[in-house]
Nanobody
């Protein structure tokens, strides 16, 4: 079972930036597709952005042009750079292994602890 440690969340004002990190724990993520998801209370996890093992990316429409996903296999870590943050980006953010279909990337496995992102207006 893939395990990840998410970090980098925090409280930021609207328009600000954060960089989230997703570190693989106990395995190397070179050959895995990885996704970032977010969840607000009472709702299902939403796929925010995914990156395939060969670097192809997916973004949900609401974050296109603002968020950038990247991976550093040498550091066994996937990042999510979030710029121009909006209050509606407030959520707990998780990373997970995914199946990558270009415009759809369902997660598999269990969720980790996540990292809270709060954007104040």
């Amino acid at each position: 079972q893939l395990q990840f440690v998410e970090s980098g969340g925090g409280l930021v004002q609207a328009g600000g930036s954060l960089r989230l990190s997703c570190a693989a724990s106990g395995f190397t993520l070179d050959h895995y597709n990885i996704g970032w998801f977010r969840q607000v209370p009472g709702k299902a996890h939403e796929a925010v952005s995914c990156i395939s093992d060969d670097g192809r990316t997916y973004y949900v429409a609401s974050v296109k042009g603002r968020f950038t996903i990247s991976r550093d296999n040498a550091k066994n870590t996937v990042y999510l750079q979030m710029n121009s943050l909006k209050p509606e980006d407030t959520a707990v953010y998780y990373c997970a292994g995914v199946l990558f279909y270009g415009n759809y990337c369902p997660a598999f496995g269990s969720w980790g602890q996540g990292t809270q992102v709060t954007v104040s207006s």
